[in-house]
């Protein structure tokens, strides 16, 4: 009959597709960091290819001003699939507190439908931030670090439809928010932000703390809302 038929086209539909999401890359970048951050990308530079499996890398302008990246993964179980990632970025920046050199972090959480991969449109955006966030330092001493917190926002390949991951990827990025990424992003403010007024202490000296933005878009703020809320 014409309702069985549509039934088993609709079957067959869904198999493809939970077929397909199992396929798709993930991590995108290498588990083991190259803590030296040798890769370097070009802000603008048509060559993606150079770094995209680097989970640390600097990233570059014309005007000679660098940063450093940093790709953090993250499963639907909301683990860190490379926690030598996350070590290295918070010892990197507890270096840059030590030397005085009052860091700006900016940790950002993409959406639905995207990901850690070299040409990822919210990446690229990422990026573009940060070195826009170091052109604006007044102190020249002030290191700019960019946290690019991946996760499986996108489990379809493009050019199919993605309409029905929606209410699946929504329920995984509170997962995320939920898991590992709470505790490194609690980790991060105590390090970048020692010197928080605290309830017990009458006056504290802020001067020596550094920059925090988080962020996120799309399904990456509910992730986001979960880990700190």
């Given at each position: 009959s014409t309702n069985t038929m549509n039934i088993f086209k609709w079957g067959c539909l869904?198999?493809?597709?939970?077929?397909?999401?199992?396929?798709?890359?993930?991590?995108?970048?290498?588990?083991?960091?190259?803590?030296?951050?040798?890769?370097?990308?070009?802000?603008?530079?048509?060559?993606?290819?150079?770094c995209a499996k680097q989970a640390i890398y600097q990233i570059t302008a014309p005007d000679n001003l660098k940063s450093r990246m940093y790709i953090l993964e993250i499963n639907d179980q909301g683990l860190i699939v490379n926690p030598k990632t996350a070590k290295v970025a918070l010892e990197h920046l507890r270096t840059s507190m030590e030397k005085d050199n009052?860091?700006?972090?900016?940790?950002?959480?993409?959406?639905?439908?995207?990901?850690?991969?070299?040409?990822?449109?919210?990446?690229?955006?990422?990026?573009?931030?940060?070195?826009?966030?170091?052109?604006s330092q007044e102190n020249p001493k002030s290191e700019v670090f960019g946290i690019y917190v991946s996760w499986r926002g996108k489990t379809m390949p493009s050019g199919l439809s993605h309409a029905?991951?929606?209410?699946?990827?929504?329920?995984?990025?509170e997962e995320v928010g939920r898991g590992q990424l709470a505790n490194f992003i609690f980790e991060l403010e105590s390090i970048v932000k020692p010197n928080l007024k605290a309830a017990d202490k009458e006056t504290v000296d802020q001067t020596k703390n550094g920059k925090l933005i988080l962020s996120g878009h799309s399904f990456g703020a509910s992730a986001l809302y979960n880990a700190v809320g």
């Amino acid at each position: 009959s014409t309702n069985t038929m549509n039934i088993f086209k609709w079957g067959c539909l869904c198999a493809l597709s939970i077929s397909m999401a199992a396929c798709t890359t993930f991590p995108t970048r290498n588990i083991e960091p190259d803590p030296s951050a040798g890769c370097t990308q070009l802000i603008g530079g048509q060559d993606r290819k150079l770094c995209a499996k680097q989970a640390i890398y600097q990233i570059t302008a014309p005007d000679n001003l660098k940063s450093r990246m940093y790709i953090l993964e993250i499963n639907d179980q909301g683990l860190i699939v490379n926690p030598k990632t996350a070590k290295v970025a918070l010892e990197h920046l507890r270096t840059s507190m030590e030397k005085d050199n009052k860091p700006l972090v900016s940790l950002f959480v993409h959406g639905w439908n995207n990901n850690g991969q070299a040409d990822n449109g919210d990446l690229i955006n990422f990026e573009q931030a940060v070195m826009a966030l170091n052109a604006s330092q007044e102190n020249p001493k002030s290191e700019v670090f960019g946290i690019y917190v991946s996760w499986r926002g996108k489990t379809m390949p493009s050019g199919l439809s993605h309409a029905f991951t929606f209410w699946g990827r929504k329920a995984i990025s509170e997962e995320v928010g939920r898991g590992q990424l709470a505790n490194f992003i609690f980790e991060l403010e105590s390090i970048v932000k020692p010197n928080l007024k605290a309830a017990d202490k009458e006056t504290v000296d802020q001067t020596k703390n550094g920059k925090l933005i988080l962020s996120g878009h799309s399904f990456g703020a509910s992730a986001l809302y979960n880990a700190v809320g």
